[in-house]
């Protein structure tokens, strides 16, 4: 299904949104992070932002919910307009309905996993969704240095997805950088999150390119 880039904008400077999206052109989505300070120990942006960003936005947006109740407040994000909706199993009372709620709104339903919850629980439903978010930090905070004991947990989702013949995404958020994006495609992720890399990098849109490059190299496409 090839490789594609999804750069957080947490890393980036709001005051000039417009000019931060730009810089970033040629990736495949916008990651937007939405944090409540309940589920995670960190406070972002909510549904008015989001909207306002979706209305600013050359690319589609990839909306990773770091909140509770997310049976409650996810589907008014695919309402909005997001093209991929992903909320954390650990918060959500009903998965598989809301995966089908943010289906019947037009957006692609994505599950996300902490560093510590195991995928098994979840691979009888994998056909319940477009994406699989697995953490490689732990959610909250960007700049975090990717946790390589990850790996495994990539590799059996991929082989899972395969085994079953499904067409579901394997995403990857959380430290990934040069150094890094090689060994999580060579393990099985296909779409990945990067903000520091990406705007700490003096040409954003080179290093997205950069970054895909060396993905594409690791998954031999």
Known sequence: MGILIS???LNSDFADLRGELAKIAGADYVHVDVM??????NLTLGLPVVEAIRGASPLP???????????????AYAE???ASVTFHA???AAPVRLARELRAAGAKAGIALRPATAIEPYLDLLAEFDMVLL???EPGFGGQAFLDAMLPKISRTRQAVESAGLEVRVQVDGG???ETIGRA????ADVFVAGSAVYKADDADAEIQALRGLAEQACGS
């Not at 409540?36 to 120990?41: A, L």
């Not at 919910?65 to 409650?72: A, C, F, K, S, Y």
């Not at 495609?185 to 099985?188: C, D, K, L, T």
């Open 7 to 9: 750069p957080s904008i």
């Open 36 to 41: 409540d300070n309940h589920f995670v120990p």
């Open 61 to 75: 947006l990839d909306a990773h919910l770091m909140i509770e109740q997310p049976d409650r407040w996810a589907p």
């Open 80 to 82: 909005a307009g997001c």
């Open 90 to 92: 650990e918060a959500a």
């Open 135 to 137: 953490m490689t930090v």
């Open 176 to 178: 990934i950088s040069r």
């Open 185 to 188: 495609a060579e393990a099985g």
